[in-house]
């Protein structure tokens, strides 16, 4: 909840950094570049990625509190305490690396299922293309967070289609590992937010929102 706040306003922040320049060097602050998004493989070797890949079965760890006596005394007092490294080191392992994400490329497919067998979450089907809420309920392990989109490739070569409830993908790569093809592969996402401080260089036209990671 606080951390959202403190990002969102961040957020904003840059956004109303973005118009005042664009307005103070004479252009529409209503035209705003799109955010550049790129995707890109974090394959390393067979079994190696670039990012952490193993799962940690550790439940959130519990930030610790002063004592209820101590931060009633003084506004002044911090009530929550903070990690120590080691705590913070595990809990920390518990990311799920959402910025990675699981890419299929349908030509490459020579629907062995390898990938359906080794996934721990059983979240990859292939299975006849139907009505996304006829789908839902068909796959290996029914889908049943209708706010996550599912992820449906098109027709491969014996007419299923692959469909994967991203909902509870781990991103732990296994399923890039395992295929013979390399159909699925595991690659990051980076999306870069327009920063305001290039409007401001002169001998620019229009000023090309730079891009910062
Ligand atoms: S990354 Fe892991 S959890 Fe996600 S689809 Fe692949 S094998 Fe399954
Ligand atoms: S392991 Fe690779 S080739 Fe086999 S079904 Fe999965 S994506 Fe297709």
């Known amino acids: 909840f606080g951390p959202k706040n403190i990002i969102t306003a961040v957020a904003h922040g840059h956004e109303a950094a973005v118009s005042i320049a664009l307005l103070l060097g004479g252009q529409d602050p209503r035209q705003r570049l799109p955010p550049p998004t790129n995707l ?6 067979i079994h190696e990625w670039s990012y952490d890949n193993d799962t940690s079965l550790d439940v959130r760890y519990k930030v610790p509190w002063a004592k209820a006596e101590t931060a009633l005394a003084s506004i002044r007092v911090e009530v929550e305490l903070g990690f120590d490294a080691a705590t913070a080191f595990k809990e920390a392992q518990r990311c799920l ?24 979450m059983d979240c990859i089907s292939f299975t006849a293309d139907g009505e996304e ?8 392990a029914p889908a049943l ?41 595991m690659q990051k996402y ?18 090309a929102l730079e891009v910062a990671a």
């Not at 890109?40 to 070797?45: A, C, D, L, V, Y």
């Not at 809420?133 to 290996?140: F, I, N, T, W």
Request: aromatic content about 4%.
């Open 97 to 120: 690396n959402c910025d990675v994400q699981t890419v299929f490329n349908q030509s490459t497919c020579i629907e062995c299922d390898a990938c359906v067998d080794i996934c721990p």
């Open 145 to 185: 967070n209708l706010a996550q989109d599912l992820y449906v490739s098109g027709a491969l070569k014996t007419g299923r289609v692959m469909v994967k409830d991203e909902d509870v993908c781990l991103h732990c790569g296994l399923c890039a590992e395992r295929c013979p093809t390399g159909a699925w592969d």
């Open 190 to 207: 980076l999306f870069k937010t327009a920063m305001a401080e290039s409007a401001k260089r002169p001998g620019r036209a229009r000023p």
């Open 133 to 140: 809420a006829d789908l839902r309920g068909r796959l290996k």
């Open 40 to 45: 890109m493989s974090q394959k390393m070797g």
